[in-house]
């Protein structure tokens, strides 16, 4: 067995190489880039196996999230390696997830974004390409700050356009890149 710490390391490496070269590389999120270069994106790997456990420590986070300033932590990336494995799984639990927030009275404030190795949109089939843009190498839940995330909307041009021009980005792509910037699509676990 992998001595956890390093194995968190790891685990946290590959996630931050996936924002770096997919989110913000690819420019799936045009507002990533700048709390990244300020340091302000919390990333926690959680040891959780259990939902009850993985709903303490996202109220946690949230709370945590909560107190502190944006300019000191914008958002957080909760990555989840040792459950959810399944995408049926990981989908079923967003509902507990957003039972979560609003029992926490945090609705209007925060929002989950999704991702998972698996991740497949409603109405697509699993090799669909517009899916990589919801792919990263873990079970990850993006707890975002409502208040920032309007914030930039409104200096952003056209941002219900984003969505058609991540797929876009990503149907661009080579077989060699798609390889290159998902390798664990094409790899064993």
Request: charged content about 20%; proline content about 8%; hydrophobic content about 35%.
């Amino acid at each position: 067995m992998m001595n956890p710490i390093t194995d968190k390391h790891s685990i946290e490496s590959q996630v931050r190489q996936w924002l770096e070269q997919v989110v913000i590389g690819l420019n799936l999120c045009p507002f990533a880039a700048k709390p990244y270069q300020a340091q302000q994106i919390r990333f926690v790997t959680t040891p959780c196996q259990e939902a009850s456990c993985l709903l303490t420590e996202l109220a946690a986070e949230l709370i945590l999230l909560e107190q502190k300033e944006p300019s000191e932590i914008e958002t957080t990336l909760l990555i989840i390696p040792n459950m959810l494995d399944s995408f049926d799984d990981y989908n079923q639990f967003l509902n507990l997830v957003d039972a979560l927030i609003e029992q926490l009275n945090f609705q209007g404030t925060f929002q989950i974004a999704s991702f998972h190795p698996n991740y497949q949109f409603g109405g697509t089939q699993p090799c669909d390409t517009e899916n990589l843009t919801n792919r990263a190498p873990y079970p990850i839940l993006h707890l975002i700050r409502e208040a920032s995330l309007e914030r930039v909307l409104k200096h952003y041009p056209s941002p219900e356009s984003i969505p058609e021009n991540n797929i876009q980005r990503v149907a661009n792509l080579t077989e060699q890149e798609k390889q290159q910037l998902f390798p664990y699509l094409f790899s064993p676990h």
